[in-house]
Each structure stands twice: as structure tokens, then as C-alpha cells.
């Protein structure tokens, strides 16, 4: 279909973000908010961001799921959208009945300055409802960083919002970041198997990958709940996922936004609640890093289990190694996600030559160099790359393997290189959400499918369909 | 709302605001311009002038397809922006569009730039075109802006004419090549989804009947410079380019009529309808050799199929001519159409254009320039031939410049709803248990959550073509798959019997 895609005659920097490999800010934010139980998101802007931003979640999640929006007019871009965003809530009241209305803003707000803390306050002040639901506001205008920026600002505006100080309790917080629904149902498993009391935030494990129903659910069950996020101030210790969650947002701006802290840092700041940053634990390593912190936090040994799993895990890299050792890889996604795949395919004698995001914190070269000690010299790692920019480079150094999500498709299609799917957006496969990434098992399920795909390549490519290997 | 009576003339409300907070299907007059109507041409490179998402959400979603000869470029895989940080939106952005329309220039050297605003840039008062006149000037290619801000309509329909007026104004007419062939034809609203414009173009190029252009599935900018050297507009979709058939019969006297190839015996209706336009010997004798041919092939497979689904109920509610254009089809197979509607519609798609007259112009309708289309004034453009063969056709009882709408052709007692939204999904799929919901990727979850099983008729779910003969052929087999398969019994919906796993499971939102 697309054969004749031009050549590139030149690879210098570009001014356009030629396909780009980052999304916008709200889409983040209203993935973060799904997270919680009973919410509804309003996306405050012109109908078209929610839609769009809806049609791609449910492209991958393949779930319904309902995002309103305050639909602006002309008009609404002239006097302020105040009006559109009482009504939106209102009717999002009426039809939805839910716990919490989340705001979130969009470029177009957030240019003419709507001031949507002020209207909520009034909205409250003037309502004739009794029972209000609950409100939670992010600022997320996408010319200030990317889907990721978003989503840690939607994190962090519903810890601010909802977290109450106290005496200590002995649950945990955990941060797990934008994972996959299937990554966030382990992590449950995992922690009550460890007989941890937590809170998760977000938790979309339901409301974005719910069974069949017998009865239409106009908002899907699961979530965590608003009591459950008070309760974080309240925590023994947090743990994040990432290390460069949301810096994107930050780094040279000219206007000042609210942008700041991710929820895990005001609640260290705030109420004194330790906070355990580490990687997604993704690959041995990292993952050895998270139960080490879980067991130091509860003072409970790794279930037995887990520790099998391990072994399971160890024993498949002594098989399966050679099939990838000294391989070339292309990682690209989001930061945190890329920085975590590369630090496993590190560890898998997998040789990463390229690290690409279209996060804009600068900090994934530093951060790589850190989590690779021995190859990251040679890493290529790169902020604010598109998959243009990918491709100009895959053309010219022809890497065994492309690791991400399924927007550089046409990369691997064109270029005839194997591609693992994984990450976000998954579009052109069944499932897509349902990918596991993390802890042993998540990693056992992307070495396996690593391997096979380089094995599978070879079988493909050679002259006889050998069937043993 | 309305409960349909074809014997009557009934009012419908469509084209107005979406209240706020009501979740619809729409989405904004950006989508409506750059990913309907020019997303499918290919070589106009179309930049994105705003923040990220909107360009990135418009990449390659609609599975349009094109069909470059060797060497000739294609964008559609392309999606460029200039990615707007929070400096362009203080200090402004016409600089970072500049060097970006430069850059693409000089990578690609394309024929032609096109240059599209978003929310935040309508706001900045960045100014687009100005921008394309100075790098028109600059480049030395034809570059064109387009205000279509999401803001500005009620829908993707505003885009759709803002689309039309400006290529309407910067590209047609543009150059005048020599006649291509004996009968002359542009294709108008074929947007070559999974393929279906090539099955069409396969059956002219048999007939020999020439495609001068196409808007816009499957077509360059050069063919649009010159679509006004054709004898015959064909309009399929209605709602998306009725605006440029009219224009063109103003400006050049080409008359336009209403076509529809989807569902075999349509196809075979209106290609017939070309040849008695042309009234050539030949040319009917070629059509009907085809059609006889084709429906013979077709009826095969649409007997056995009808054989299984006859007497199963749909909806369907997508777009803005679809939901109309389907019908054909499910009443080849025998499936009742209970309920419809279309997404981004005025009232003409529902109930015929001879309603035009009483439309009420909102604020919003007045938002959308109307041009100002005079009869050109070079005497070798102006197709007198053309209006006389009109005149004289129409003394024959042929119907030009019409389309009756959607509503005349759907059953007494079906409902027609215009924008339908979340809340009246659920009640009306509760209500008709359908055993097939038409509608997009943003509905499809949601109906199947109910057991029913969703067609996607925007992207057809990587499926298709479903034009002309085969391409009926595919959507009745497409039927057969969806209709006849056994998962759905595993699904235990409420109604089809009494379900075992209560409890817990019915717990109402
Ligand atoms: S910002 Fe405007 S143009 Fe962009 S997607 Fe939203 S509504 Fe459409
Ligand atoms: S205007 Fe901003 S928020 Fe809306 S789609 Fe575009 S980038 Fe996203």
C-alpha cells in the first residue's frame, strides 16, 4: 500500500516533528483518571481532543471508554469556557452519577487561560446538588510535554487533591506508572502474595480491561477509590516506577504552569512519606531491585514462589541466550519504558544501539548510562526523536530488531526487521493491553517472545523451513 | 428523534451544537478537512500547524489507500507537525511554520503544501494564509491554509466544506490539459477506504469511462487542477462534497448527479446511470455486458448468504452518507434496517435536498464562508453542451443536482436519530436486540459488551472493499462470518436467556 514512500535526502535536524513519537498530554491524564474508581473524565476543550484522544484509547484497550468533553464554541474561545464546563459537569452528573469528575485541560484552555480550580470552586458554591461528587483537576496543555506528562500530572493533582496527613499506618503506596492493564493485576497478585496492604493509583486494571457483562455498566467497576487515595499521606513508605516520569514538563518553559511534583514526591514532601524510586522493574535485575525493597519495607521474605519464578526466568536465559546474544536492538517509546526495556535487553546480551523517545526531559541519556553501566557509552539514547528520525537511522545502520510499540510498523515493514510489540499504543493487534511486561513473569513473557521472534526471522529467512532447533 | 414515515415529510434536528458533556461520536472540523477530505490525496503534503496530538491522532487512521505510479510520491504515510512548545504559543508560531514548510519542501519536493490550524493556533492569531502566500511565492508550488480550527462547527462537517472551498479555490481550474478520453467523469466523496475506489475505477476502465479526478480517494493534486475538464460529477458522499459539485456546475456548467456503489444492484443502477447520461451505443453495451456479467457473480454468493441471515435486524448510525449507502446492501440480504442515523449530517442527508431552502443559518453555519462562485468567464471552459444536454435529459425524467436523502428509503415506523450518544445506544440496543450494530471504532466496544456484534463502517475493521460486485460479494460473506458465528451464545445476553451468573454480574451502573 505504501510502497514509494520517498527517500530522505538529508538527515539534518528537523523544525517538523515528523510522525511523531510521543502523544498528547490529556490522553495521559485521562488514562491516570480512569484509574480511579468511578471517575469520569472531562476533557475541557473542543469536542475533537476527546474524541481523538478516546478513539486511540479504545483502538488499544478495546473497551469502551467514556470521556466527556466541554465541547467549546467559537464563542467559548472568546469569553472563556466557564459556561461549557458547567454544563459538561452537570450533565456528566446526570447521566453518570460518579464518584469523581476529573478536568483535565487541552491546548485550547489552557491558551486562553481558563481558570478550571475557579470554576469548580464556583460550581460547588452554586450547585443545588447535595451530593457532589468528588473533583480532581490537572493542567495538561500539550505544548508543555508530552502523554507522559499528563499522566504524572493527573497522578499527582489526585494525590494533592484527596491525601490526608495522620498517624502511620503500615500499608504502602505503590506508583506503577503507565503499564499495561495485565502488568497491574501482577502487581496486585504480587503484593497481596506478599501480604502487603497497599493503595495503587492508578488501578485501570478493571475499568479499562473488564470482563464481558451481563448488564451494561455505564461506569465499569474497579478503580481505586477516593477513600483509599486519602489514605496515601498516611503510608509506610512509596514506591514509583520511573525515574523520569515527569521532567518533560519541566525542562525550559516559558510559561509557568502548575506543572510539578509527581504524587509520590509531595507526599514525601508533604507528610513525610518515604518514597522508593526506582525503574520498572522490568529484566532480573530491576525486578530484584523491587523485591528487595518490598522486603525491606515489610520485613517479609520473597514468597517462595516469586523466587521460582526467578529461577524459572534465569534457567530460559541459559537456553534461550545465544539465539539473541550480541543481536542490535532499537528501543523507542516513552522514557521510563524505554529506559527499563533497554537495562533488560542489556542484561540478555541483547545489544541496544539506539534508545529513542519523543519525551522531551533530557534526561534519558544519563538515565541509561546509569541503569547500563557497562555498554551505555554505546548507546545511542536520544530525547525528542520522531519515527522519521528513527527510520533515516534504521536505513542507514540496519539493526537485527525493533522493540516498542506498533507505530513503527511501517519501519519494520519497509526495512524487513523483526519488531517485538510492546508498550503503548498497540493498534494492530488483539491484546494489546493485555501485555505483560513486568516483574519475572512479565520479563520470562518478553524474553520468550524476544527469542522467538529472532528465532522465527531466521526460519523465515532460510532456504530450508527447518523445524527444530 | 424521529419515527420514520416515508409517506410524509418530517422535520429532523441534525447539524447543531453536541451539548457539553454528552458524550458523541463526532469529532472536530479539523478532522472533517484534514483527515477526510484531503488525508486521502497523495501528494500534498499536509502539515499540521499546532500541538502534537492532533496531527499525531490523524496519522494514518482511516486506512485510506492510494495507488502511486513508480516514482511518483506518496505522504499518506506521513504525518508532520510542528509539534507547537509553549514559546510558539506565547511569542507565535508563523516562523516554526515557515522553516518547517521549507524543510519539507526541500526533503520531499512535493507539488504542492497544505497547512492546517488547530485550536490554538485560531486563538494565537497565527496567520496561515499569509504564510501559504509568502512560501507560495518563496517555494515556487502551490501552498494553501486552511482555517479549521476544531472549535469552529458543530463537526467534521464544517471541515468537509472548508476543505471544499479551498481546493475549490487554490487548486481546481488550475491547469488545462487536452480532453483524457471519450466520456470524462470525476468521482466526488469516494474515499478509497480498504480499497473501495479501486474496485469503482477497475469497472470504469473496463466500461471506458475516463476518471479525470477523484475526491479524494486515490487522488493527486495534479488531477484536482484540471477535474474541471470533466463532462459528469458523481457525488457519493453527499455531505462531505456537495459543495464543489455545486460550485463546478456554476462556475463550468458540469452537471452532477447522485451516485451509489455500494451494494451490487446500486452499482449496477448507477452505472447505468452513466451510460444513459453519455447516451453512446457502445458504452451502454460495454455497462450492461459488465453488469450482467458482475450480478451474476454476485447473486450467487448473495442467495446462498441471504439463505442464512434473511429476516436479522441492524442499525447502523456512522458518518454522513453510509448509513444510508449500507441499506442497499442489507436489503439485498434480506436484514431489516430498525434504526439509523448519521453522525456529522444536516437535514438535506435525511430529508432530501428540497429542504435546502428552509435550513436556518446559526452562528455556527455562519462561521463557514460561503464563496461566491460566478460563471467563468473563458468561453472554452464553459460547457454549454453540457447544460443543453442536461435540459434535455431532464425532459426525460433523469434526475440531476438531487438527492433524496436517507429517510424516504428507510420502513414506516424505523427510527432516524441524528448524533446518536452513549446513553441512547444502550436504551435502543436494549429495546430492538439487534443481531448487527453499524457504527465505529468508538461504539464498537461498547455494543459488544451487550453481545452484539459491531461493523465498523468508518475503517470497515481492516476489511473491505465493499463497493461494486465484489465488493458486495466481501460484505455479504463479512455478514455470513458475523452473523453466523457461535460466540456470541457463550455471551449469555440478558435477553436471549435466562442468565445463570447473576448476582454478583448485575450490578447497574
Ligand atoms: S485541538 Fe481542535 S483541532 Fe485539535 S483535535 Fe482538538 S478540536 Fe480538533
Ligand atoms: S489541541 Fe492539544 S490537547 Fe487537543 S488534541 Fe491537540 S495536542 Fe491534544
Redesign the pocket.
Known amino acids: 500500500m505504501f510502497e514509494n514512500a520517498p527517500i530522505i535526502k538529508s538527515t539534518k535536524e528537523f523544525t517538523a516533528t515528523r510522525n511523531a513519537c510521543k502523544l ?4 495521559g491524564a485521562s488514562v491516570a483518571f480512569k484509574g480511579i474508581r468511578g471517575c469520569v473524565p472531562i ?1 475541557h ?2 469536542q ?2 476527546a474524541t ?2 478516546r478513539r486511540y484509547l479504545i483502538s488499544h484497550f478495546k473497551e469502551p471508554v467514556d470521556i466527556a468533553s466541554s465541547n467549546f464554541t467559537e464563542e467559548a474561545t472568546v469569553f472563556g469556557g466557564g459556561a461549557n464546563c458547567d454544563r459538561a459537569i452537570t450533565n456528566v452528573i446526570g447521566q453518570y452519577n460518579p464518584e469523581v469528575v476529573a478536568l483535565t485541560t ?3 484552555s489552557e491558551t486562553i487561560g481558563d481558570d478550571v480550580k475557579m470554576y469548580i470552586h464556583d460550581y460547588k458554591k452554586n450547585s443545588e446538588l447535595k451530593d457532589l461528587p468528588a473533583f480532581v483537576t490537572a493542567s ?4 508543555q510535554g508530552s502523554h507522559m506528562d499528563g499522566f504524572h500530572e493527573a497522578v499527582g493533582a489526585a494525590i494533592k487533591a484527596f491525601a490526608k496527613g495522620g498517624e502511620k499506618g503500615t500499608h504502602i503506596n505503590i506508583f506503577p506508572g503507565f503499564v499495561s492493564t495485565e502488568d497491574l493485576r501482577q502487581l496486585k497478585y504480587l503484593l497481596s502474595d506478599f501480604g502487603i496492604e497497599f493503595v495503587m493509583l492508578p488501578d485501570y486494571s478493571e475499568t479499562l480491561d473488564n470482563p464481558i457483562w451481563n448488564t451494561y455498566k455505564r461506569i465499569p467497576e474497579g478503580g481505586t477509590p477516593v477513600s483509599a487515595i486519602e489514605t496515601c499521606g498516611r503510608a509506610a513508605a512509596s514506591i514509583e516506577f520511573g525515574t523520569i516520569l515527569n521532567s518533560g514538563a519541566l525542562s525550559g518553559r516559558v510559561k509557568n504552569t502548575k506543572l510539578s511534583a509527581t504524587g509520590a514526591e509531595y507526599l514525601e514532601k508533604e507528610f513525610e512519606v518515604k518514597n522508593y524510586r526506582m525503574p520498572l522493574p522490568i529484566g532480573v535485575k530491576n525486578t530484584d531491585r523491587f523485591f528487595n525493597v518490598l522486603e525491606e519495607i515489610s520485613g517479609k521474605e520473597m514468597p517462595i514462589r516469586y523466587l521460582t519464578e526467578r529461577g524459572r526466568l534465569i534457567d530460559s536465559y541459559a537456553d534461550g541466550h545465544k539465539y539473541i546474544f550480541g543481536k542490535k536492538a532499537v528501543v523507542y517509546g516513552e522514557e521510563d519504558f524505554v529506559v527499563a526495556m533497554t537495562t533488560f535487553l542489556d542484561e540478555i546480551g541483547v545489544e541496544v544501539v539506539l534508545a529513542a523517545t519523543g519525551g522531551e526531559s533530557g534526561n534519558l541519556e544519563d538515565q541509561i548510562r546509569a541503569n547500563c553501566p557497562e555498554r551505555g557509552e554505546q548507546i545511542l539514547a536520544k530525547n525528542m526523536f520522531d519515527y522519521e528520525k528513527i527510520r533515516e537511522w534504521c536505513q542507514e545502520n540496519k539493526p537485527d530488531l525493533l522493540v516498542g510499540n506498533s507505530k513503527a510498523y511501517y519501519i519494520a515493514r519497509e526495512l524487513d526487521i523483526p519488531i517485538v510489540r510492546c508498550g503503548f499504543p498497540i493498534h494492530d493487534r488483539i491484546g494489546g493491553q493485555r501485555i505483560k511486561h513486568l516483574g519475572y513473569a512479565g520479563t520470562q513473557d518478553l524474553f520468550d517472545q524476544v527469542v522467538n521472534t529472532m528465532i522465527q526471522y531466521k526460519q523465515d529467512h532460510s532456504p530450508v523451513g527447518y523445524k527444530y532447533m | 428523534m424521529i419515527i420514520n414515515d416515508p409517506e410524509k415529510d418530517q422535520e429532523i434536528q441534525a447539524n447543531v451544537r453536541t451539548v457539553p458533556g454528552i458524550i458523541t461520536q463526532r469529532g472536530c472540523t479539523y478532522a472533517g478537512c484534514r483527515g477526510v477530505v484531503l488525508g486521502p490525496t497523495r501528494d500534498i503534503l499536509q502539515i499540521v500547524h ?5 496531527s499525531f ?1 490523524a496519522w494514518l487512521t482511516r486506512r485510506n489507500q492510494s495507488a502511486p505510479a513508480e516514482g511518483e510520491g506518496n505522504f499518506i504515510p506521513y504525518s508532520f507537525s510542528t509539534d507547537m512548545q509553549d514559546e510558539n504559543i506565547v511569542f507565535g508560531g508563523e516562523v516554526k511554520l515557515k522553516e518547517a514548510m521549507r524543510e519539507a519542501f526541500e526533503m520531499f519536493s512535493p507539488k504542492a503544501i497544505a497547512i492546517f490550524s ?3 493556533v485560531g486563538l494565537i492569531g497565527d496567520d496561515v494564509h499569509a504564510v501559504a502566500r509568502e512560501m507560495k511565492e518563496e517555494l515556487g508550488i502551490n501552498c494553501f491554509g486552511f482555517s479549521c480550527e ?1 472549535y469552529r462547527g458543530v463537526s467534521q462537517s464544517a471541515g468537509h466544506h472548508i476543505a471544499n472551498n479551498q481546493i475549490f479555490k487554490h487548486v481546481l481550474g488550475t491547469d488545462n490539459p487536452t480532453r483524457k478520453g471519450k466520456f470524462q467523469v470525476n468521482l466526488l466523496g469516494e474515499y478509497n477506504i480498504g480499497g473501495d475506489a479501486f474496485e469503482i475505477e477497475r469497472l470504469f476502465e473496463e466500461a471506458g469511462i475516463t476518471l479525470i479526478s477523484s475526491f479524494s480517494g486515490n487522488s493527486t493534486v495534479e488531477s484536482m487542477a484540471y477535474a474541471h475538464i470533466a463532462d459528469l460529477n458523481m457525488v457519493m458522499c453527499h455531505r462531505s462534497i456537495n459543495y464543489i459539485a455545486e460550485m463546478m456546475e456554476v462556475k463550468y456548467g458540469i452537471p452532477w448527479i447522485k451516485v451509489n456503489f455500494v451494494g451490487a444492484k446500486s452499482a449496477a443502477k448507477s452505472l447505468k446511470k452513466i451510460a444513459e447520461y453519455f447516451g453512446d451505443a457502445e458504452l451502454t453495451a460495454k455497462v450492461d455486458a459488465i453488469v450482467e456479467r458482475e450480478m451474476a457473480k454476485s447473486e450467487a454468493v448473495r442467495e446462498a448468504v441471504k439463505a442464512k441471515v434473511e429476516g436479522k435486524v441492524a442499525m447502523m448510525f456512522v458518518g454522513g452518507s453510509r448509513a444510508h449507502h449500507y441499506q442497499d446492501l442489507f436489503e439485498e440480504l434480506g436484514i431489516h434496517v430498525v434504526s439509523a442515523g448519521y453522525e456529522f449530517a444536516h437535514r438535506d442527508d435525511y430529508e432530501g435536498r428540497k429542504v435546502i431552502p428552509d435550513i436556518k443559518i446559526d452562528a455556527d453555519t455562519r462561521n463557514i464562508e460561503e464563496l461566491e462562485v460566478e460563471k467563468t468567464e473563458d468561453a472554452e471552459l464553459w460547457r454549454e453542451d453540457l447544460v443543453a444536454k442536461k435540459a434535455a435529459l431532464e425532459e426525460t425524467g433523469y434526475t440531476f443536482a438531487d438527492y433524496e436523502g436517507m429517510m424516504p428509503q428507510m420502513k414506516k415506523n424505523s427510527l432516524v436519530i441524528d448524533d446518536i450518544n452513549h446513553w441512547e445506544t444502550e436504551k435502543l440496543i436494549e429495546f430492538y436486540k439487534p443481531d448487527v450494530f453499524c457504527a465505529g471504532i468508538k461504539e464498537k466496544y461498547v455494543v459488544q459488551k451487550f453481545g452484539i456484534p459491531l461493523k465498523q463502517l468508518h475503517n470497515y475493521d481492516a476489511g473491505g472493499p465493499y463497493t461494486c460486485f465484489e465488493g458486495a460479494i466481501n460484505f455479504y460473506y463479512e455478514m455470513q462470518r458475523m452473523l453466523d458465528t457461535k460466540i456470541w451464545k457463550l455471551v449469555d445476553a440478558p435477553w436471549k436467556s435466562e442468565p445463570e451468573i447473576v448476582g454478583s454480574m448485575t450490578i447497574e451502573a
Not at chain 2, 499546532?50 to 492532533?54: E, L, N
Open positions: 498528547c498530554a490529556p490522553l476533557i476543550g473542543s475533537g481532543c481523538y484522544i487541552t491546548c485550547l495538561t496543555p500539550s505544548y | 499546532g500541538p502534537i496530538g492532533c491522532y488547530t485550536c490554538p476544531g
